[in-house]
Protein backbone atom coordinates (compact mmCIF):
# COMPACT_ATOMS: atom_id res chain seq x y z
CA UNK A 1 0.00 0.00 0.00
CA UNK A 2 1.50 3.19 -1.00
CA UNK A 3 1.71 5.75 1.85
CA UNK A 4 0.02 9.39 1.09
CA UNK A 5 1.27 12.29 3.34
CA UNK A 6 -0.57 15.28 4.30
CA UNK A 7 0.80 18.54 5.17
CA UNK A 8 -0.75 20.66 7.15
CA UNK A 9 0.38 24.21 8.18
CA UNK A 10 -0.72 24.90 11.88
CA UNK A 11 -1.08 28.37 14.30
CA UNK A 12 1.35 27.64 17.04
CA UNK A 13 -1.52 28.07 19.65
CA UNK A 14 -3.87 25.62 18.26
CA UNK A 15 -4.87 22.40 20.20
CA UNK A 16 -7.85 21.30 18.28
CA UNK A 17 -6.78 20.82 14.60
CA UNK A 18 -4.03 18.63 15.01
CA UNK A 19 -6.15 15.68 17.12
CA UNK A 20 -9.24 16.43 14.51
CA UNK A 21 -7.64 16.15 11.62
CA UNK A 22 -5.84 12.92 12.79
CA UNK A 23 -9.20 11.34 13.86
CA UNK A 24 -10.62 12.37 10.04
CA UNK A 25 -8.28 10.46 8.71
CA UNK A 26 -8.85 7.59 10.40
CA UNK A 27 -10.55 4.97 8.14
CA UNK A 28 -8.27 5.74 5.60
CA UNK A 29 -4.54 3.19 6.80
CA UNK A 30 -2.52 4.41 3.53
CA UNK A 31 -2.94 8.53 4.84
CA UNK A 32 -1.01 9.98 7.71
CA UNK A 33 -0.96 14.19 8.65
CA UNK A 34 1.89 15.78 9.50
CA UNK A 35 2.04 19.01 11.04
CA UNK A 36 4.41 22.24 11.28
CA UNK A 37 3.89 25.40 13.27
CA UNK A 38 4.01 28.75 13.09
CA UNK A 39 3.59 31.58 15.83
CA UNK A 40 0.43 32.80 16.00
CA UNK A 41 -1.07 33.66 19.56
CA UNK A 42 -3.81 36.32 18.96
CA UNK A 43 -6.66 37.28 17.23
CA UNK A 44 -7.87 40.25 15.81
CA UNK A 45 -7.09 42.98 12.89
CA UNK A 46 -4.25 44.24 14.89
CA UNK A 47 -2.49 41.01 14.75
CA UNK A 48 -2.66 40.63 11.00
CA UNK A 49 1.05 40.48 10.45
CA UNK A 50 1.35 36.91 12.39
CA UNK A 51 0.17 35.71 8.90
CA UNK A 52 3.23 37.12 7.30
CA UNK A 53 3.85 34.50 4.37
CA UNK A 54 7.79 34.53 5.22
CA UNK A 55 7.38 32.11 8.76
CA UNK A 56 4.42 30.43 7.01
CA UNK A 57 6.80 29.58 3.89
CA UNK A 58 8.94 28.60 6.57
CA UNK A 59 7.04 26.16 7.96
CA UNK A 60 5.88 24.62 4.45
CA UNK A 61 9.68 24.19 4.14
CA UNK A 62 9.88 22.02 7.03
CA UNK A 63 6.83 19.83 5.97
CA UNK A 64 8.52 19.45 2.51
CA UNK A 65 11.35 17.83 4.07
CA UNK A 66 9.05 14.92 4.74
CA UNK A 67 8.35 14.82 1.18
CA UNK A 68 4.30 15.12 1.65
CA UNK A 69 1.86 15.02 -1.31
CA UNK A 70 -0.13 17.70 -0.64
CA UNK A 71 0.10 21.00 1.79
CA UNK A 72 -2.75 22.55 3.66
CA UNK A 73 -2.92 25.58 5.61
CA UNK A 74 -5.19 25.25 8.19
CA UNK A 75 -6.39 28.33 9.13
CA UNK A 76 -8.75 31.39 8.15
CA UNK A 77 -6.43 34.51 7.86
CA UNK A 78 -7.56 34.69 3.97
CA UNK A 79 -10.41 35.98 5.65
CA UNK A 80 -9.13 39.01 6.71
CA UNK A 81 -5.55 39.01 4.66
CA UNK A 82 -7.81 38.11 1.53
CA UNK A 83 -8.53 35.57 -0.90
CA UNK A 84 -5.08 36.99 -3.15
CA UNK A 85 -3.00 36.12 0.00
CA UNK A 86 -4.32 32.38 0.50
CA UNK A 87 -3.52 32.11 -3.61
CA UNK A 88 0.04 33.87 -2.94
CA UNK A 89 0.65 31.13 -0.40
CA UNK A 90 -0.03 28.17 -2.78
CA UNK A 91 1.30 29.29 -5.66
CA UNK A 92 5.01 30.28 -3.40
CA UNK A 93 4.66 26.76 -1.77
CA UNK A 94 4.16 24.94 -5.19
CA UNK A 95 7.57 26.87 -6.60
CA UNK A 96 9.38 26.42 -3.66
CA UNK A 97 8.47 22.88 -2.73
CA UNK A 98 7.11 21.55 -6.26
CA UNK A 99 4.21 20.27 -3.59
CA UNK A 100 0.63 20.89 -4.38
CA UNK A 101 -0.73 23.30 -1.62
CA UNK A 102 -4.80 24.57 -0.43
CA UNK A 103 -6.18 26.46 2.60
CA UNK A 104 -9.16 26.38 4.67
CA UNK A 105 -10.41 29.28 2.66
CA UNK A 106 -9.94 28.19 -0.30
CA UNK A 107 -11.75 24.95 0.35
CA UNK A 108 -14.79 26.78 1.33
CA UNK A 109 -14.68 28.80 -1.82
CA UNK A 110 -14.82 25.83 -3.93
CA UNK A 111 -17.04 23.92 -1.45
CA UNK A 112 -19.86 26.65 -1.09
CA UNK A 113 -19.47 27.72 -5.48
CA UNK A 114 -23.20 26.18 -5.75
CA UNK A 115 -25.01 27.22 -2.45
CA UNK A 116 -27.65 30.04 -2.97
CA UNK A 117 -27.26 30.90 0.95
CA UNK A 118 -24.79 30.61 3.34
CA UNK A 119 -24.68 31.39 7.29
CA UNK A 120 -21.07 32.32 8.85
CA UNK A 121 -20.36 31.56 12.03
CA UNK A 122 -16.94 32.80 13.81
CA UNK A 123 -14.97 33.63 17.20
CA UNK A 124 -13.85 36.63 16.18
CA UNK A 125 -14.38 40.03 17.38
CA UNK A 126 -16.96 42.44 15.27
CA UNK A 127 -13.95 44.58 13.35
CA UNK A 128 -12.54 41.07 12.00
CA UNK A 129 -16.00 39.32 11.93
CA UNK A 130 -17.39 41.75 9.44
CA UNK A 131 -14.10 41.98 7.22
CA UNK A 132 -14.69 38.12 6.89
CA UNK A 133 -18.05 38.38 5.92
CA UNK A 134 -17.12 41.39 3.23
CA UNK A 135 -14.37 38.61 2.13
CA UNK A 136 -16.20 35.93 1.54
CA UNK A 137 -19.00 37.21 -0.21
CA UNK A 138 -16.78 39.31 -2.25
CA UNK A 139 -15.05 36.43 -3.72
CA UNK A 140 -18.56 34.52 -3.86
CA UNK A 141 -19.60 33.06 -1.59
CA UNK A 142 -23.46 33.81 -0.80
CA UNK A 143 -23.17 34.90 2.81
CA UNK A 144 -26.96 35.29 3.89
CA UNK A 145 -26.67 35.74 7.36
CA UNK A 146 -23.90 35.92 10.13
CA UNK A 147 -23.00 35.51 14.27
CA UNK A 148 -20.02 35.56 16.15
CA UNK A 149 -19.09 34.54 19.25
CA UNK A 150 -16.33 36.73 20.80
CA UNK A 151 -15.00 35.80 24.07
CA UNK A 152 -11.22 36.52 23.54
CA UNK A 153 -8.28 38.02 21.85
CA UNK A 154 -6.23 34.60 22.67
CA UNK A 155 -6.31 32.25 20.05
CA UNK A 156 -5.69 29.49 22.75
CA UNK A 157 -8.67 30.30 24.47
CA UNK A 158 -10.83 29.67 21.38
CA UNK A 159 -9.86 25.98 21.83
CA UNK A 160 -12.20 26.06 24.89
CA UNK A 161 -15.26 27.25 23.46
CA UNK A 162 -18.24 24.57 23.93
CA UNK A 163 -19.49 23.43 20.49
CA UNK A 164 -22.60 23.87 22.36
CA UNK A 165 -22.22 27.30 21.64
CA UNK A 166 -21.32 27.11 18.00
CA UNK A 167 -24.18 25.00 17.56
CA UNK A 168 -26.12 27.38 19.25
CA UNK A 169 -25.52 30.03 16.70
CA UNK A 170 -25.47 27.59 13.69
CA UNK A 171 -29.13 26.48 14.83
CA UNK A 172 -29.92 30.63 14.70
CA UNK A 173 -28.87 30.55 11.28
CA UNK A 174 -30.13 27.27 9.64
CA UNK A 175 -33.86 28.58 11.08
CA UNK A 176 -33.38 31.94 8.67
CA UNK A 177 -32.92 29.25 5.60
CA UNK A 178 -30.22 28.75 4.62
CA UNK A 179 -28.71 26.06 2.43
CA UNK A 180 -25.31 25.51 4.56
CA UNK A 181 -23.38 27.22 7.33
CA UNK A 182 -19.74 27.71 7.26
CA UNK A 183 -17.60 27.27 10.62
CA UNK A 184 -15.12 29.92 10.19
CA UNK A 185 -11.99 28.95 12.48
CA UNK A 186 -9.39 26.09 12.81
CA UNK A 187 -9.17 26.29 16.93
CA UNK A 188 -12.75 25.51 17.32
CA UNK A 189 -14.23 22.00 18.70
CA UNK A 190 -16.99 22.39 16.18
CA UNK A 191 -16.15 19.63 13.42
CA UNK A 192 -16.64 16.31 15.21
CA UNK A 193 -20.59 17.93 15.76
CA UNK A 194 -21.25 18.67 11.79
CA UNK A 195 -23.32 15.61 11.07
CA UNK A 196 -25.50 15.69 13.92
CA UNK A 197 -26.15 19.42 13.04
CA UNK A 198 -27.06 18.65 9.40
CA UNK A 199 -29.26 15.87 10.55
CA UNK A 200 -30.81 18.50 12.69
CA UNK A 201 -31.61 21.33 10.43
CA UNK A 202 -31.04 19.72 7.10
CA UNK A 203 -28.45 22.33 5.93
CA UNK A 204 -25.05 21.60 4.75
CA UNK A 205 -22.33 22.05 7.44
CA UNK A 206 -18.42 23.41 6.37
CA UNK A 207 -16.11 23.11 9.46
CA UNK A 208 -13.04 24.66 8.66
CA UNK A 209 -10.36 22.03 9.81
CA UNK A 210 -12.76 19.55 7.60
CA UNK A 211 -12.71 21.83 4.71
CA UNK A 212 -8.19 21.66 4.89
CA UNK A 213 -8.55 17.63 5.04
CA UNK A 214 -10.94 17.51 1.97
CA UNK A 215 -8.68 20.07 0.17
CA UNK A 216 -5.11 18.28 0.92
CA UNK A 217 -7.34 14.78 -0.04
CA UNK A 218 -8.79 15.86 -3.34
CA UNK A 219 -5.00 17.50 -4.01
CA UNK A 220 -2.96 14.40 -2.66
CA UNK A 221 -5.55 12.50 -5.50
CA UNK A 222 -7.38 10.65 -2.55
CA UNK A 223 -10.96 9.94 -2.57
CA UNK A 224 -12.72 12.01 0.15
CA UNK A 225 -15.43 9.85 0.23
CA UNK A 226 -14.10 7.25 1.90
CA UNK A 227 -13.75 10.07 5.19
CA UNK A 228 -17.43 9.26 6.93
CA UNK A 229 -19.15 10.32 10.03
CA UNK A 230 -18.05 14.04 9.39
CA UNK A 231 -20.48 15.64 7.47
CA UNK A 232 -21.97 15.59 3.86
CA UNK A 233 -18.68 17.73 2.76
CA UNK A 234 -17.19 14.10 1.78
CA UNK A 235 -20.05 12.71 0.53
CA UNK A 236 -20.19 13.42 -3.15
CA UNK A 237 -24.37 13.03 -3.32
CA UNK A 238 -24.52 15.75 -0.41
CA UNK A 239 -25.61 18.25 -3.04
CA UNK A 240 -28.58 16.73 -3.91
CA UNK A 241 -29.64 15.26 -0.51
CA UNK A 242 -29.66 18.90 1.24
CA UNK A 243 -31.45 20.06 -1.94
CA UNK A 244 -33.82 17.78 -1.37
CA UNK A 245 -33.93 18.26 2.54
CA UNK A 246 -34.15 22.14 1.68
CA UNK A 247 -37.56 21.95 -0.21
CA UNK A 248 -38.99 19.53 2.06
CA UNK A 249 -38.40 22.41 4.70
CA UNK A 250 -39.22 25.25 2.34
CA UNK A 251 -43.17 23.37 1.46
CA UNK A 252 -43.89 22.09 5.13
Not at 145 to 156: A, D, E, I, L, P
Not at 211 to 225: E, I
Request: contains cysteine.
Amino acid sequence: MNRVLLGILTPSSNTQLEPLTVRMLDGLPEVTAHFSRFRVVDVGLEASAQFDLDPILAAADLLADAQVNAIAWSGTSGGWRGIEHDQRLCDLIRQRTGIPATTSTLALLEAAAGDRAVGLVTPYPDDLHDVVVNTLTTAGVAITGSRNHFVTKSNWELSNIPAGAIGALAAELAASGVDAIAVYCTNLAAAPEAAAWEEAHGVRVYDSVALAVWGALRLAGVDAGRVTGWGSLFRALAPIHFALRQAQRQTS
